[in-house]
């Protein structure tokens, strides 16, 4: 009988059994076993060590391929919609904007926050990897996006230079249509490639994330949980601001609609998304929402609202922008404005390409930290808990994708405030 059989433990599930694992593994020999050449040697500086940073090399070795078939892929598909007009200008550049403002609410929040402070990683790594960032002037961070030699950036891993050339690649494509349909469809199947080794990365996450957490408590104990609430508080508090003050405040700006009645209607796809952890799977229950609840065309929403899965990946920015100030304070790394405006670009530029891969948000943070020179060492301690994050930042990538929908479609004369306002009922609603 189906009901019988056992239900298959998620990837997900196994990452964060590994997290706790990794902490009672590294808290017992922090506390339980004096320092010496079996702990420090043979267990923290080697075995952890290796499978640790070797899981880490594997995430890196995916960035630049993934990064580059991603986005040439997506801008290519995005250069389509210059044939729907000014509705696919408006939702681009919507979907652009708000990623940048996640972005930035998302370090103001941690700047406020400081979830990294009291946890003291600066013997781990000593060097000051900011001092670069520090040291490039804001005019040179902006003209440093334009790739002298695009294969040099690849080889050096030059991610804005890589993104800038990747969208241009992409737009060049999309316009080129059936003349260059050869190398489209190379890139295409390397992206399907790409996606197939990313996947085949994480299912090792739990045995990294066990050897890089168990290292990390190895050597600070229970200093370790503070921070990790931190940062997770810090997270859910850009998230709720990004939803509900700069979603729903564009919402009344742009179309005098009543936030309250737009959440309280939409509220239901918000669950369904939380719940599966992928917008993609939302997108018939949003399409179907919006117009029978909302009053919005299906001839808008059918559009915006499969490209905001595609694209708009405000949450996963948040992630990375908390990410980031949370990195740098762990390991006493000072970032200048210039490394705070790098973080938004990249990550911005970088949303395009991150769909359509569970975790992939995590792969891409390492090119963000990467573009700051923070160390990726990082990531072992916010990956175990990421899986609520996830399913939370989901429900506000949606909830953008809508709002951006609406907007549109009321500037565009295609929603009935009517319906949106219970005064009208569609047929077969």
């Known amino acids: 009988m189906e009901k019988n059989k056992k239900k298959k433990i998620g990837l997900t599930t196994w990452i964060f059994f590994a997290l706790l694992l990794g902490a009672v593994t590294g808290l017992g020999l922090h506390y ?24 880490l090399r594997l995430m890196q070795m995916l960035v630049v391929p993934l990064v580059f078939c991603s986005i040439v892929c997506g801008s290519a598909a995005i250069g389509d919609t210059k044939t729907l007009g000014k509705v696919g200008v408006k939702t681009l550049a919507f979907y652009m904007v708000t990623t940048a403002m996640a972005i930035s609410v998302a370090l103001g929040t941690a700047r406020v926050i400081n979830p990294g402070r009291g946890l003291d990683m600066t013997h781990v790594i000593t060097q000051d990897v900011g001092e670069a960032m520090a040291k490039t002037s804001l005019a040179d961070t902006l003209l440093n996006v334009i790739p002298k030699n695009p294969i040099g950036a690849l080889a050096n891993g030059e991610m804005l230079q890589i993104i800038v050339f990747a969208l241009i690649v992409g737009i060049i494509l999309a316009k080129l249509s059936e003349k260059t349909e050869t190398v489209l469809n ?14 085949m990365v994480m299912r090792l996450a739990p045995f990294g994330v066990f050897c890089l957490i168990a290292k990390t408590f190895t050597q600070i104990g229970f200093d370790g949980f503070k921070p990790m609430l931190l940062y997770m508080a810090s997270v859910f508090l850009a998230l709720g ?79 990375q922008g908390v990410a980031v100030v949370f990195i740098a304070q762990v390991y006493g790394i000072t970032l200048s404005p210039a490394a705070y405006i790098t973080v938004i670009a990249t990550a911005t530029l970088a949303s395009i390409g991150t769909a359509g891969v569970p975790s992939v948000g995590l792969v891409t943070l390492t090119m963000v930290l990467n573009s700051v020179g923070l160390p990726i060492e990082g990531i072992g301690i916010i990956m175990g808990i990421d899986r609520i994050l996830d399913m939370t930042r989901t429900a506000v990538n949606i909830t953008g994708d809508a709002v951006c929908t609406t907007i549109v479609a009321c500037q565009d004369n295609s929603c009935d405030k009517d319906v949106f306002y219970g005064k009208k009922t569609l047929p077969n609603s």
């Open 32 to 55: 339980g076993m004096p320092a010496g050449h079996l702990r420090d040697d043979i267990l923290m500086n080697g075995v952890f060590y290796v499978i640790g940073q070797g899981f």
């Open 186 to 199: 190379f890139l295409q199947q390397g992206n399907d490639i790409m996606m197939e080794m990313t996947m």
């Open 241 to 319: 601001i990004q939803c509900f003050v700069v979603y729903l405040g564009m919402l009344k700006l742009f179309t005098g609609l009543n936030p309250i009645i737009f959440i309280k209607k939409f509220i239901p796809v918000m669950g369904f998304a939380f719940s599966t952890a992928t917008s993609n799977a939302t997108i018939p229950l949003s399409i179907d929402t919006l117009a029978k609840k909302m009053g919005v065309a299906r001839r808008i929403s059918s559009f915006t609202i499969p490209l905001g899965a595609t694209i708009n990946m405000d949450g996963t920015a948040i992630m």
